[in-house]
């Protein structure tokens, strides 16, 4: 597993104009595109925030991980997106054990897709919003695994489950503000 990826970004409020939520995208761009034009979207104005998981599944991954490079589009760090860089980072450590894991389709689908690597390792696990409403929230994908957890302090981590650690985590950080 992927195990260090950015925490948290804190992502001011949107004074502009409008922010939307999306989900799993699973490489179905021309349908993530269709509800783009059904809201009249205007990246000039709008944002877009997706839970991660942009790619596998769908026909379009190339279309939907060059979102990433749009301004007005933040993604978290998806499971699928970790599974990609677990899987890139093994072709370029030459691990065979993983490596015998994945056929040579897979293995080109990976390379295929290297010119996003950089951009899929800046993905963080949490976004922190400012909301001029409901003051912030938080967009996550569904989990933070145990690994990334290593960057809570001793005390937080003492006899704690993974989800009290990171409740803990997110409690102490708006505390502090």
Known sequence: ?????????KIKANV???DFIVGDIHGCYNEF???LDYVKFDPMRDRVFSTGDLLDRGP???ECLNLLKKP??????GNHEDILLTRYMAIHRNDQKELSKLSKKDIQYILDLEEFIPYVLKMPLVYEIEHLLLDKFYLIHAEVLPEH??????EESNNKTPSEKYINYL????KKD
């Open 1 to 9: 597993m992927y195990s260090n990826p950015t925490f948290i970004k």
């Open 16 to 18: 502009e104009g409008r």
């Open 33 to 35: 595109k269709r509800l």
């Open 60 to 62: 379009s991954p190339y």
């Open 72 to 77: 007005w589009f933040y993604a978290v760090l």
């Open 149 to 154: 957890l290593d960057r809570f302090s001793e």
């Open 171 to 174: 409690s102490n950080l708006t």
